[in-house]
């Protein structure tokens, strides 16, 4: 009951620091992304030296939420915010990672969303994985949010996979994309993108802290995944659009047992 109240009270927080910035700045950072791609460490990084940004992992609320509070809240906040975005300049950093490391580590941010219980066997939590994870999340983020909502295909721009990030311009928006396996080293680049000199990328590696992070090393060992679910990711137009054929190898070698 208390986390819920605390929740609560995070969230109206949120949205008034939100409002206040969207009417007082006519220049806005927008940390824009799909969830557990690391972008905590970049508004943390920009919190500690004074900067504000708004946080956001979706602004289209067309496809479902976890929970009814969820649902509701997300829903009011995308409204203000896209309300309020309208004749900003926006510089937008979004992030991409390896689809199935991220989606375990975000079935695992949502585990009390799925009521588990602590004592449940690892295989009931192998088949809840399967069950509840929005398996395409990852590979579906960026024609889901950043297209329909600003109506900027960034398959339409090719990326630059060695160097690991590239900066996309349209109208109002520029959008700086890079990957998470290499964010330490594009933390120069970064920077200058967001008008920041010599910035530093303080990381923060919540998921140790976590109640499941034992939890969660176990399954990662233990999970079996078919090789069509692995095929249907790796495969994908997301990951050939942003990974090299050797990067794309590697992740396959690491999940196929």
């Known amino acids: 009951m208390l986390n819920k109240i605390n929740r609560i009270i995070a969230c109206m927080k949120e949205y008034f620091f939100d409002f206040l910035y969207l009417i007082t ?12 791609v690391g972008s905590s460490s970049i508004v ?9 940004c708004i946080h956001t992992h979706r602004l289209n609320t067309k496809y479902p939420f976890t929970t009814k509070f969820q649902k509701i809240y997300q829903t009011l ?18 992030l991409t990672r390896d689809p199935i490391g991220r989606n375990l580590s975000g079935f695992f941010q949502n ?7 602590s004592n449940t066997q690892q295989q009931f939590l192998l088949n809840l994985f399967f069950e509840k994870e929005n398996s395409f999340y990852t590979i579906n983020w960026f024609n889901n949010e950043i297209k329909k909502i600003f109506d900027i295909d960034v398959y339409e721009y090719s990326f630059p996979k060695d160097s690991g990030f590239q900066i996309i311009k349209k109208g109002n928006v520029q959008i700086f994309v890079t990957k998470i396996e290499q964010l330490n080293s594009v933390q120069s680049e970064l920077g200058s993108f967001l008008g920041v000199n010599n910035f530093e990328l303080h990381n923060t590696n919540e998921s140790e802290k976590k109640w499941y992070s034992n939890l969660h090393k176990i399954i990662k060992k233990e999970i079996n995944f078919p090789k069509e679910y692995i095929d249907d990711r790796y495969e994908s137009r ?11 190898a590697m992740f396959r070698e690491k999940w196929l047992k």
């Not at 203000?80 to 926006?90: D, G, P, Q, T, V």
């Not at 585990?111 to 219980?117: I, N, W």
């Open 111 to 117: 585990l009390e969303d799925f009521t588990y219980q």
């Open 238 to 248: 997301y990951m050939k659009h942003f990974y090299t054929d050797e990067e794309i």
């Open 25 to 36: 700045h006519k220049d806005v950072i927008l940390i824009y992304q799909m969830g557990k």
């Open 77 to 94: 906040r995308a409204k203000m915010i896209k309300r309020f975005l309208k004749n900003k300049n926006i510089k937008i950093v979004t």
């Open 44 to 52: 943390k990084s920009l919190k500690d030296i004074g900067i504000y």
